[in-house]
């Protein structure tokens, strides 16, 4: 075994603190990454890693191996892609993970159109809304749709991200429109489950957040089963404008409450760190914010409301 994979398989260990996420990172088994860092210890004549029936840690000299070995794996990924940056194709593997809505709505027709460009790149992507560990995971990069926790991940915006309140207008026909948030209490409001707090959505009155109390017979932890029931005249829903934008412009849904600002967010693109960014992760994301603009397609003819909560 060549000494670059036994120091790839130690770094990606102490990346994810486990054989098993290192293993599928590398597209590897526990097993081989586990026998590789073993061979490596074997060659340099000192334990890197001590391991625990509940947890690996490093040693101290695994400590001060590490900074020389990803100094080696960004100085050789490095070296590859100045030979290759070039080349008009893109190979390996890209594995992003992202939002369910926001990617079967907006990333797949992007992803479709990345792959017809780099017919020799391979694409994994996980769909769900729950905030996947990137490193654990192998995975590249993430689109993320919010205000980012706390984290060591590197992010790049893309696009702002608007809360739009709306409904239908056979709705507002038969239970009329609000006027002011306050009067929400007395509407049909579809819940997001997901959120802090489901039975509260956050505007700004009278220059102050206020939370304003809603109700509602349908919880629902997705975003497309709120936009059916608010299609199907059920109620108003709060959902951000990738969702409903481009219905509000056809005249499939009304848009109300639009004088008062709603928390808004971003949408990014979010790396593990690394001093060195893959071509491929890199040429995606510039693809990517190329196509969604500063001004989204989704936001054309939504006029942002006075004052949003800073991304």
């Not at 191996?65 to 893109?90: H, P």
């Not at 992507?125 to 205000?147: C, Q, S, T």
């Not at 969702?243 to 990014?268: F, N, S, Y």
Request: hydrophobic share 45%; with cysteine.
């Amino acid at each position: 075994m060549g000494r670059f994979e036994e120091v790839q398989a130690f770094v990606r260990t102490a990346e994810a603190q486990s054989f098993t996420a290192a293993g599928q990172r590398l597209g590897l088994s526990k097993s081989i990454v586990s026998q590789r860092i073993a061979d490596l210890e074997a060659r340099l004549g000192v334990r890197l890693i001590n391991r625990t029936t509940r947890r690996l840690s490093l040693t101290e000299a695994g400590v001060g191996f590490l900074a020389g070995a990803e100094r080696v794996l960004s100085e050789m990924a490095e070296a590859e892609e100045r030979a290759t940056r070039d080349a008009t194709e893109l190979r390996g593997t890209l594995r992003i993970a992202a939002p369910l809505s926001f990617a079967l709505m907006h990333l797949q027709p992007a992803i479709f159109a990345f792959m017809t460009a780099h017919p020799a790149l391979e694409v994994h992507l996980d769909l769900n809304d729950r905030l996947l560990d990137l490193v654990a995971g192998g995975w590249d990069m993430a689109v993320r749709i919010g205000r980012l926790p706390d984290s060591s991940l590197i992010a790049r915006r893309l696009a702002p991200a608007l809360m739009v309140c709306c409904a239908s207008q056979d709705y507002l026909d038969r239970h009329g429109t609000p006027m002011r948030p306050e009067d929400l209490s007395e509407h049909e409001c579809m819940r997001y489950a997901g959120s802090d707090r489901p039975d509260a959505w956050t505007f700004q009155i009278d220059g102050e957040w206020q939370s304003i109390e809603v109700r509602g017979r349908l919880v629902t932890n997705n975003g497309e089963m709120s936009l059916g029931a608010v299609m199907a005249g059920h109620g108003i829903a709060l959902l951000p404008s990738f969702m409903v934008g481009c219905r509000i412009a056809q005249g499939e849904l009304v848009r109300v409450l639009a004088d008062w600002p709603t928390k808004h967010g971003a949408i990014h693109a979010v790396y593990p760190p690394t001093r060195h960014l893959p071509a491929r992760v890199r040429l995606f994301t510039e693809f990517l914010a190329e196509r969604i603009g500063r001004e989204p397609y989704w936001d054309t003819g939504l006029t942002p409301a006075k004052a949003s909560m800073p991304d």
